[in-house]
């Protein structure tokens, strides 16, 4: 049945735009693609291993500079310099990866560095499967788009000379090393290393395979190879091309090296599309080849960008809102297109995928395998979003995890592409396995998914890779800051927030699957970050194992990534209340809910809050723990929101952290938000629209659907009906919410 | 019956020492090994595409090494550091290339940088198709032997940790660029960029394949890469890694770039030997497989050692010798094994090659394809030996030469794996053509050669890139010097005594295939180059297009490599008598046998005359056309042999020129030297020995074989019996020859 309507709009594509809910047309891929926000406007589909994005962070006077800076990202709106189209790329993620096999088209005579042939660019635009603008220098508009692992160029040249250039020794990655092979007149294939994510692990450097077809048989083609400079007396002997690029035309074979690249020239008579299909893959050429004919094969350019944007329709319908302003809307739509594209796929179309590590190619047996899993940002609100919205999604990324168990031995923790980057700190793997059971998606092993969970959580004699403070955690209850100062964690404060978050999840796993005794353990376990409350304070310190404070004490240090003892990526105020699953006992250590207010106005009003990183998130919602405050998350929200998330390409805070933040954005314009890990439960507040439906996956929820209305024009809530009965709280449990709940907000009269 | 002989020897090589003639005993590998001779002591069978040679060329205070000067070589007797084993290597060449895919054993700790693991070595033995040293620093004894497409080595080790490395970031080769891949537990595969011999053409790059196996499972397994440097900000935060070598355990995928390797690392509780096996293709890594499998496959390392010996004195056996000392034998067998190393096959066993230039994969018909044609050198002695002793592989060479000129549009002139590299000058394939047709191998086609000949004799439009002089050259009669110093040509002289060589080998293959037209008009061109005799002088000087000589003029000026207008690696004496089939008239302009002897004893004993370089290789032959003076061609040749070619390892003069100059011996020893190129006969000497008896090829020869006997003691011939018919001449045509003359050489009494 889907596949039968995924034809027909493709075919009917025109037809589109008259569709009353053309909600790809809300999808604005701009926004976050600037401060830092670090998504781009590339062409995608949902989950997409591929996604065709406009490169212009290289080159000396383009703006952010990818080696001068850390630059994250492919693109920047704020850039000017246009350098081509990488197939691979990382969306809203804060260190700089793959950002490779790049695709350019120039005019006249051949250059092959991209200082020599970046463009400046003009008439931008881009939609949900759709980028295009004009390079400047060139006159050559170029449109592009994709499926899950290809990518389609067309290019429109004018007459005279042209160019298409894969240039293989150019990428956002910091990894270099190449192969590329004329395989006939009209195609080419090759290989790329990418890796080293984040700088963590040097030794997680992997290839990209890829295959690319052009469709007119060019004039002359060929390869380029950079000389590797020879510094010695012999270099004087090859001073023409000691160190400079040889056009080596017709070369049949593979060419190897740390800078290379392709090309097909033509001599147009008159002005001439080209277009340009490239599959990937990261397991084999021969994948990449096959992923290209299946999904691209002989469909034209039209027919590609048909197909994108029914898939973006079809994930995105499963939300449907009314009322709102458009920027609403797009605000909404493109959050939930950001919560889309990773995790992403990394099986081929014959469901072959490369093992954690060794890169020995698996199959999957049902289901696709997932990548991309940057867990200490998204275990807070993106997966979540996908359990609620995308269960089937969501249960294949649990499933790919726990195989990630299996391969490497240990769940994930910032896993990509199959290498395990150990970036961030924290057991967040456990949470989200934690979270999704207990919210009853339990199509995985759960006895395999305890087991792995529980290794993560206890020391091993060679050393816990996942919790490297753990044993001195458990003998504590709190990571000591003696731990960081020997630099075995980082921020022994935060770390202990994210062990105790992970033993919360635990506990609560092992109660639903009926072990007691775990349960009561971690439960215990999940309690010790408490002795970390300095009740002069009010903060949570780092202190030594002999029970005395860290000092010097500045709550306010560590803002703005400034290293700080205690806190990763934040400082005290950002930890303050990052224990949610313990708000109650936090209401009662600050001396009740006055005194906890008074600290929330301090964040919030003397600029402590930070809605660019993940560790104060929830912060806005904790009001609802607080009798009487409630209309504070009504008003925090609507705040935050207008403040931060815009529709504009500066609209996401900061690194959208693979889509966290847009699924923050999501859940927070829906009026629901689960504020605590491993507590199915959502904290509610005034939606974003007049009515919202949301679409439930009937293989997994028993409702068929969830009615959140809002009745009245005011941003505050004056009472929560949900099916019909009015509501003490302002939460909900997952289990009403899934059963089909009404859910009718009435706002208070203006 | 040759499989059965081979077979059968393989198995009793302990017999093969009882064997009256185990010719490849007097094989000395290290003859040539220094002084630039060029030639290496590593193992290899008859025209193998694979040797296996100790790599001790790189790393500072090695003595003569590769970057800091023009190394040629991947060893050198006088050099003290080893830094492994090079499995695709040059012999005898004057430019850096190959010497790649290096085999290192260690032990201890691994290091990947020659510069932290190369040692010094001791115990260094060698014999044909073997080579043993032992490593100093890691108390390794290693053994190394080949077939054609492989490579085979045995490590000792002692007890402890030991490595065995592959690696890629090395070579001889200016070229780099590499892919390695762990295939399993036990076996990796990959190829390494090599090429731009000679600096001519910089696009002149391509892969070499390989498979590598070891016998035994190692403990820690892997790849090194090392990262490129990052000058950027950015290089900060890979700080650790910046520029640096990462080690990949356990990883199964290609890895790629500039600088990269791959281990094999043991623990090893007590001594062992490992045996490390080696395929090699310049088609692809499956074929490398085959190759691997089909020529070693199973075989222990003595089974292939027994292989390589017993190939050895099979071709070696083609002559045999009596009398004389050892010194001279293996003086005699060593230069007839340097006259079977290049051309060397290139097809892999299921007869793929890959075509020129564009190295699409094409497939050998019958026979093998042959590569590494140094025409300028062995178009003078090399392919005439060839021609007499292996005419099957002399016709393949032609054949080979036929390809490519059907795949690249021209002939060879300096092949090399397939790619042309322009190096030298002139248009020495017609040469050797015209030669081995004259001489009665015909077993090709003759029309396509001609075709082909022709081609390179003309201007074209675009260029002529073989004979780049070649109008300028028609129209004057010889290049002007004009030419030379607009830098369209090297050495106007020396390259119109090329042409004039090459023109005059065409009018006879004319006259030959009855073309009477074209025998008229080459042979006037051949004789155009008497336009630069100067007969005050009596030196061919460089002369202008209006006729005047260029000056200043010092035929002393351009010996040893100087830079000199009009003669190429060479000055005017060196050029003065070059036109081999022109000597009678030669004689004429310097006005007779007294003057021209004159001008001889000026060269040979004022210092003039190089043995190290080809121009003047036939002078001590030019007595024979001196009625009366031919004792001094006696004299000369066994003084230069004696002088020169020694069982040492500087007992080559100067770069062996893929075996050139070894020819050049083995005839000189033989007593017949084929002076003239496209002059189907043999100037005589005294031999070396007392008796050869020369083994005729059947299927091309009329003769059974060869007898050439001495009698008497002294080095003066008194007269020369063939057949038993005293001769009056001191030639004898090719055609007695190889119907199987016995010529007696009855020497003077002393």
């Known amino acids: 049945m889907k ?41 995608i589909v949902p989950r997409g291993m591929v996604s065709v994005v406009p490169f ?88 592009v788009s994709a499926t899950q692992r290809a990518g389609i160029s067309r290019f429109h040249f004018p007459a005279g000379e042209a160019n298409i250039m894969m240039n293989l020794g150019q990428a956002l990655s910091n990894e270099s090393g190449g192969m590329v092979k004329m395989v006939n007149e009209q195609e080419i294939e090759g290989m790329r290393m990418v890796g080293t994510f984040c700088y963590n692990d040097p030794t997680s450097i992997y290839p990209v395979y890829f295959v690319m077809k052009v469709d007119q048989t060019a004039e002359r083609k060929g390869i380029w190879q950079k000389h590797r400079k020879n510094n010695g007396v012999e270099g004087n002997w090859m001073a023409a091309y000691n160190g400079q690029n040889r056009i080596l035309e017709d070369a049949y074979f593979p060419v190897l090296g740390d800078s290379l690249g392709a090309f097909f020239s033509y001599d147009f008579a008159e002005p001439t599309q080209v277009e340009v299909k490239i599959g990937v893959s990261y397991v084999s050429i021969e994948n990449a080849r096959e992923n290209l004919e299946k999904e691209i094969g002989e469909k034209n350019f039209e027919q590609v960008v048909g197909n994108a944007k029914a898939q973006w329709n079809e994930v995105l319908s499963n939300v449907a809102v009314e009322g709102g302003s458009e920027d609403d809307k797009t605000v909404f739509y493109t959050s939930l297109y950001h919560s889309m594209i990773h995790p992403n796929i990394i099986n081929d179309e014959n469901g072959d995928y490369p093992v954690s590590k060794t890169r020995k190619t698996g199959k999957v047996e049902n289901g696709d395998r997932y990548t991309v899993f940057s867990l200490w940002d998204t275990y807070r609100s993106l997966h979540p979003l996908l359990t609620l919205l995308y269960p089937e999604q969501q249960l294949d990324m649990v499933n790919s995890m726990l195989a990630i168990y299996d391969e490497s031995g240990w769940l994930p923790k910032w896993e990509l592409n199959s290498t395990e980057t ?33 290794k993560n959580a206890y020391p091993i004699e060679s050393g816990n890779p996942v919790r490297p403070g753990v044993a001195e955690y458990i003998e504590n209850g709190y990571v000591p800051v003696d731990v960081e100062l020997d630099e075995k964690v980082w921020g022994s404060v935060s770390t202990t927030l994210e062990y105790a978050v992970a033993d919360w999840s635990i506990s609560q796993y092992a109660k639903a699957i009926g072990n007691k005794e775990k349960h009561k353990e971690f439960l215990e376990r999940a309690y010790g970050y408490r002795k970390l409350f300095d009740k002069n304070s009010k903060f949570l310190r780092p202190k030594y194992a002999n029970g005395k ?13 400034q290293h700080n003892i205690g806190y990763v990526e934040g400082n005290a105020y950002q930890y303050n209340l990052m224990a949610q699953f313990d708000i109650p006992q936090l209401i009662k250590l600050f001396g009740g809910t006055k005194e906890i207010d008074k600290r929330l106005e301090m ?3 003397e600029g402590h809050y ?29 705040k935050l929101r207008e403040e931060h998330f815009t529709n504009q390409p500066d609209g996401i805070a900061g690194n959208d952290d693979t889509g966290t933040m847009s699924a923050w954005t999501v859940f927070s314009m829906m009026g629901i938000y689960p504020d605590a890990p491993a507590v199915p439960r959502y904290a509610l507040t005034t939606p974003a629209f007049d009515q919202i439906t949301i679409t439930l996956d009937q293989n997994h929820w028993k409702g068929e659907k969830i009615t959140i209305k809002k009745e009245g024009n005011s941003n505050l809530i004056d009472a929560i009906y949900v099916n019909g009965k009015k509501q003490k709280s302002f939460f909900i449990n997952h289990s009403d919410l899934v059963d089909g709940a009404e859910i009718i907000f009435k706002m208070k009269n203006q």
């Open 3 to 43: 596949k039968i309507i995924l034809f027909h709009i493709s075919l009917c594509l025109s037809i589109l735009s008259s569709f009353a809910q053309d909600l790809s047309e809300y999808v604005n891929p701009f926004i976050g693609s600037t401060n830092y926000g670090a998504t781009n406007p590339g062409a």
């Open 603 to 605: 964040i919030f009003e």
């Open 422 to 454: 150990f970036t961030m700190v924290g057991d967040p793997a456990s949470i989200v396995i934690a979270d999704t059971y207990l919210k009853g998606l339990d199509k995985f092993d759960e006895q395999k998914a305890f087991e792995a969970i529980l």
């Open 56 to 143: 212009n962070t290289a080159g000396e006077g383009t703006g952010k500079e990818k080696d001068s800076d850390w630059v994250s990202f492919p693109y920047d709106h704020t850039n000017t310099l246009f350098s081509g189209f990488s197939h691979v790329n990382l969306s809203g993620v804060g260190c700089p990866d793959l950002g490779a096999i790049i695709l350019m088209p120039t005019t006249g005579e051949l250059k092959v560095e991209t200082e020599e042939y970046a463009t400046t660019y003009s008439q931008e635009d881009a939609s949900a499967g759709y980028y295009t603008n004009v390079l400047d220098r060139y006159g050559v508009k170029t449109e």
């Open 610 to 638: 930070d809605m660019a990183n993940e560790p104060d998130i929830a912060y806005p919602y904790i009001y609802n723990y607080m009798k009487g405050y409630e209309y504070k998350t009504q008003e925090r929200v609507l």
């Open 549 to 561: 404070w860290h000092e010097p004490f500045d709550p306010a240090h560590g803002a703005n990534f």
